[in-house]
C-alpha cells in the first residue's frame, strides 16, 4: 500500500524538483485525477468480486474462479472504455474547465488515459494476486515498476515536462499490468484480460 501510494505521488513530487515552472505540478495534477476517474470503476467491481475470489480459491475452484475474473473484466473494460475515449478525443474541452492555463496538459491527460485503458484492459490483477496468496510476488512487481517511474521521471521530465512524467507512469503501469497479467496465467491458469471471446 505504501509503495502504490508513493507510486501514485512521485510524478507531482519529481515535476516539482525537475520543471522550471511551478505552476505544472497543479497542471499533472488535474491531468491525473481526471485520467483515474475510471478508476471509480475498479474499485467498485472489485469491491463485490473480491470476498467471492478469495472463497472460489479458498475451495480450489479454478472454473468458477476463472468465470468470475473474467466476467468482472469485462464489466470494468465496457464501462471504463467511454471515459477513456472522452478523456482522449475531447482532453483539451474538459482542461478548459479548471482554467485556460491547464489546457496546455492535454497531452499528459491523453498519456495517462491510455495507461488507464491497459489498467481497464488487464483486470483486477493486483487484487487477484493479493488474494490469491501471490502478495510478495505482485509487491515485487510493483516495486519494479515504481523504480522504473522513478528513473524514466529522472530522464524525462528535464525533458519533455510533464509529458515526460505522464509517459513515465504509463510505461510503469503498462509494465505492472502486464506482468501480473502474465505472472496469473503462469502460476493460476486464469486470464485476467479482456477479450470479445472465451478462452480456456
Known sequence: ?????????????M??????????VGIYNI????STVTS??????????????????SNNNYKELNNIIRNSTRIIFIFTIPF?????????????????????GYKALIILSIG?????FSGSVGYIMQLTNHEKSFQNIVIIALFINVLLNFILIPIYSINGAALASMISLVFWNLSCI????NTLKIKTYFSLFNEN
Open 1 to 13: 500500500g505504501s509503495i502504490l501510494l508513493l507510486m501514485g505521488n512521485i510524478d507531482s513530487f
Open 182 to 185: 502474465i505472472y496469473i496465467r
Open 40 to 57: 471509480i470503476i475498479l474499485f467498485s467491481v472489485n469491491s463485490f468480486v473480491a470476498p467471492r475470489i478469495s472463497q472460489l480459491y
Open 116 to 120: 488507464q485503458f491497459i489498467n481497464a
Open 31 to 34: 491531468a491525473v485525477r481526471i
Open 15 to 24: 515535476i516539482g524538483i525537475f520543471s522550471d515552472n511551478i505552476a505544472d
Open 84 to 104: 477513456v475515449c472522452i478523456f482522449i478525443f475531447i482532453p483539451k474541452y474538459l482542461l478548459s474547465f479548471f482554467g485556460t492555463d491547464f489546457i496546455i
